[in-house]
């Protein structure tokens, strides 16, 4: 039995027991299955494997803590879109789906499984640029930055610029395509009660698209398979905007707030943390913008484990991911331990086309 008609089949039983079908139906499919292997060395999917498949996939994802709403996700099956241009269509329609003007939807668009590649990491980021005074914009993307210029594009050099989509068809040179403004929403980042806040000229965008991952459903690949749900507070208040190597904002906050940041001792780092972290809640939550504080998120992640338990599955989940980067010991979470073992149908790293 070839390594695809294995995973086939295991994709298949899993699937169709959970949905209550008969062992005839397990059978006929996978005969046919086993038809078209053996013809194309391959198998086509149905819309319903697929649906199936990119919402096992999320619930298997270790280092999620939102897994609790792995049935909500939206999928779009896009494998007959052949060109640059279609696919960029598409791509559009998923940020506008997604989006939905702040009440973001989980969603995943899935590419054919052949010569079809993104090449940005997210579908909506900023731009990096290394200058002689320094780095200007998202220091982690820089290199991707310096792809898109290699290919013709010409950034503003500005702090938050947004990249060019980037998408390739079998061989060729991938070609850019600019993301019209009106599809972008983003939240200035503002402060409830430290009225300077506003004037660090802060911002960030509704929905975290990523797009650089494979997906795996019963033995084949979609290496084109952009997935979003809607963020976790601390993804940028205690990383994006708060990493020493990211935006860096955490000592110029303390100093606005008149810290001593001479003192490791006067915790003006965590003191920093915990109001640019109010900070982007209560932006995106004026701005009727889905978001989640860790501490909620934790605890739909305790039901996400007691469901799991109630449908006689066991959670696996990677700890060192899981816990949150801020207050990690006022969760459940990290008082126990998970079981980092991947499952498949999973989205999977890929090595970067560039
Ligand atoms: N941590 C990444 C970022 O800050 C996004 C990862 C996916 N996050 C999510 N909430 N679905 O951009």
Not at 26 to 41: A, C, F, M, P, Y
Not at 210 to 221: C, P
Not at 317 to 341: A, C, D, Q, R, V
Request: charged share 25%; with cysteine; proline share 5%.
């Amino acid at each position: 039995m070839t390594g695809m008609l294995k995973e086939a089949e295991d994709f298949i039983r899993s699937y169709y027991n959970e949905i209550g079908r008969s062992e005839l139906e397990i059978h006929s499919r996978l005969l046919e299955i086993e038809r078209q292997i053996k013809k194309n060395g391959s198998y086509e999917q149905t819309i319903d494997e697929i649906t199936y498949g990119a919402k096992a996939a999320w619930r298997n994802s270790n280092k999620c803590i939102g897994r609790l709403f792995w049935q909500s996700l939206n999928v779009f099956d896009k494998r007959y879109m052949q060109t640059e241009e279609e696919i960029y269509q598409a791509l559009l329609e998923h940020i506008q789906f997604a989006t939905n003007e702040g009440r973001i939807r989980p969603t995943i668009t899935v590419f054919s499984p052949h010569d079809v590649r993104i090449w940005n990491h997210q579908l909506i980021r900023y731009a990096g640029y290394k200058t002689e005074k320094g780095i200007i914009g998202d220091p982690d993307s820089i290199a991707f930055t310096k792809v898109c210029q290699d290919l013709g594009w010409k950034g503003n050099n500005e702090h938050f610029d947004i990249l060019p989509l980037v998408i390739q068809t079998k061989n060729n040179q991938p070609k850019l395509f600019e993301i019209p403004k009106e599809y972008i929403l983003e939240v200035p980042i503002r402060h409830q009660e430290l009225k300077w806040f506003e004037e660090l000229n802060v911002k960030w965008y509704a929905v975290p698209i990523i797009s650089s991952m494979k997906l795996e459903i019963g033995g084949i690949t979609y290496p084109a398979a952009p997935f979003n749900g809607w963020y976790m507070g601390t993804e940028i208040g205690a990383r994006n905007l708060a990493d020493d190597n990211r935006y860096n904002m955490v000592p110029i906050i303390a100093e606005n707030m008149g810290l001593n940041t001479k003192s490791n001792a006067s915790l003006w780092k965590d003191r920093a943390l915990v109001e640019l972290n109010a900070a982007v809640l209560f932006s995106f939550k004026e701005d009727g913008v889905s978001i989640v504080d860790h501490h909620t998120a934790a605890q739909q992640f305790k039901r996400f484990e007691e469901k799991e338990g109630e449908a006689g599955r066991d959670v696996t989940g990677n700890w060192t991911w899981l816990i949150p980067p801020l207050s990690p010991g006022t969760t459940h979470i990290f008082h126990k331990p998970y079981n980092n073992e991947k499952k498949t149908p999973n989205y999977f790293y890929q090595p970067s086309p560039y």
